[in-house]
């Protein structure tokens, strides 16, 4: 089939898997230039490693460290008429990739949340890898089913205390415009918390721990996103951001209940990018697009794969990492800074739907978000018949 993009509202529907594989390829590229990694894990273990932050944790761990990985994601199969998600294909590419230089690579394909899903993890590394000696809990969701109760929850991306009117980029539409965000309930932010929180990852630590997979002195990490006051009042001081304070949480519990093991937990707080989970949010493809035209006019732009090699080779194996007040490891300081924060701040009054090509970098978000899905490649030929079947 002829594989072109279908963007409905902040998703592409559609997958295209010669796209996904030239994505992956490059990402490894930059990896290989860069050279290895200091401190390299052997046996990691990425739960949501299929797209944007984990992916990029994979491909580090395995061709900057020659880690064997073993990857959990939750993605949907292609068949003979329907393509399957970015995921799927990213999976597929990254595994032929691992195959051809002997690397040991894995991937499960669930409900990351459930028992069943770990049960499964713990048998592949009691069979594969013996012990695991880090763990990185990528997982960007709206809906999680407690595993115990099967009740399901929901996230919500809302203002806590009162609503919050601001101005948005429709990536649909292509338009700037604002948006009034109703404030969020007890509800929506408990649940969000339910989802987005720390309780998941504990228990992965905890099944882990229990099965006796866990490598003395094995190092764990979950992502955050900290920014600053443009994107506080729906991201840090919103729900989403309550759920990742009890990260921090999770993280000072996981150090103090696995002390004996030698564990250290982390919370590390990355730059805004471009990525599926990013896209959902309100406000954030516009303030992406503005630090981004930014960052690329003081040359210091990053993406997904650069704020993780850096992580990977300086900061989450080495002996001491070097940690903020509340203990996290930050690899965001180019953007939070106050000369970047303040350069965007200044653009964002000014900026409408007529002067957004100008003042963001339209053409920079719009590329990126395309290439999420495999679309955009200048050497890849969108006109080719494909197959869109692929598997690993
Ligand atoms: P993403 O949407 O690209 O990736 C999400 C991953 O989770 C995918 O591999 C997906 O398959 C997997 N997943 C989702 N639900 C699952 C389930 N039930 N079971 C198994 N796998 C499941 O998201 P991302 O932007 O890379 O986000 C990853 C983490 O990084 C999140 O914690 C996010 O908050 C954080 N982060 C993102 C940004 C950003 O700008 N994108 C910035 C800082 C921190």
């Not at 995921?87 to 990351?112: I, Q, R, S, V």
């Not at 007529?354 to 990126?368: A, I, K, R, S, T």
Request: with cysteine; charged share 25%; net charge negative.
């Amino acid at each position: 089939m002829v594989i072109k993009p279908k963007v409905r509202g902040f998703i592409c529907t559609n997958a295209h898997p010669a796209g996904c594989a030239e994505s992956v390829k490059r990402q490894i590229q930059y990896v290989q230039n860069k050279g290895n990694i200091s401190n390299p894990a052997k046996n990691v273990l990425v739960i949501g490693c299929s797209t944007g932050y984990g992916l990029a944790s994979r491909i580090t761990a395995a061709f900057g460290g020659s880690a064997k990985t073993l990857g959990v994601c939750f993605e949907k199969e292609p068949s003979e008429r329907k393509t399957g998600t970015a995921g799927w294909y990213n999976t597929a590419a990254f595994h032929t990739e691992a195959n051809k230089t002997g690397l040991y690579a894995k991937t499960l394909n669930g409900d990351a949340f459930s028992h069943q899903l770990k049960a499964e993890v713990i048998e592949t590394i009691k069979r594969d890898l013996g012990s695991i000696d880090l763990i990185v809990y990528s997982l960007a969701s709206p809906r999680r089913t407690d595993p115990d109760t099967g009740q399901a929850y929901l996230s919500s991306l809302k203002p806590i205390g009162q609503s919050y009117t601001s101005k948005t980029f429709d990536t649909n539409k292509e338009v700037v415009h604002e948006v009034n965000l109703d404030p969020a309930s007890e509800d929506d932010i408990n649940n969000t918390v339910k989802v987005m929180g720390g309780e998941d990852w504990e228990l992965w630590l905890k099944a882990l721990n229990q099965a006796g997979v866990l490598a003395k002195g094995c190092r764990t990490t979950a992502y955050t996103y900290i920014g600053k006051e443009l994107t506080w009042p729906i991201y840090g001081h919103a729900t989403i951001g309550k759920a990742k304070e009890d990260l921090d949480r999770a993280a000072r519990q996981l150090n103090q209940n696995y002390q004996d093991t030698g564990l250290r937990a982390f919370v590390t707080s990355l730059k805004a990018v471009v990525t599926q989970a990013s896209s959902a949010i309100p406000v954030m493809p516009l303030y992406i697009s503005l630090m981004y035209q930014v960052m690329k006019d003081e040359g210091c732009h990053e993406g997904v794969i650069e704020q993780i090699y850096a992580l990977f080779n300086e900061q989450l194996l080495a002996e001491n990492p070097v940690l903020d007040e509340a203990d996290r490891i930050r690899m965001d300081g180019v953007e939070t800074n106050d000369h970047i924060q303040s350069k965007i701040k200044a653009i964002w009054p000014e900026v409408t739907t007529e002067n957004f090509p100008e003042l963001g970098d339209y053409q920079g978000y719009h590329e990126d978000f395309l290439r999420l899905f495999g679309f955009a490649f200048d050497n890849v030929n969108y006109d080719e018949d494909i197959s869109p079947l692929a598997d690993w």
